[in-house]
């Protein structure tokens, strides 16, 4: 199984989508600065996942949260995220 994944970085206002099979040891990777093109963004969290039943359908996933209204979804839920957390 694949799982199409988006991070967010509150501090530096950054979400990033990627693909993976071991969502938790990506998080790690992404906190620990492997992936060099987003390690000044850290710390991630997760905000969001979707579970895929292979490669080719996660991928169409992940582009299509990469841009338009995918990307849009991910803003608006990061926005309930805030807002819900700032209520607390």
Known sequence: ???V???WS?????IYVGMTRD?????????SGVTRSIRLFRPWKIIFTENCSN???G??????YKKG???EFLKKLVQLINAYSWQR
Do not use: D, F, Q, T
């Open 10 to 14: 509150e501090e530096h206002r950054r």
């Open 1 to 3: 199984m694949i799982v």
């Open 55 to 57: 490669w080719e359908s």
């Open 59 to 64: 991928r169409l996933k992940e582009k299509n």
């Open 23 to 31: 969502i938790e040891k990506r998080l790690k990777e992404h906190n």
């Open 5 to 7: 994944y988006a991070i």
């Open 69 to 71: 209204i995918g990307k």
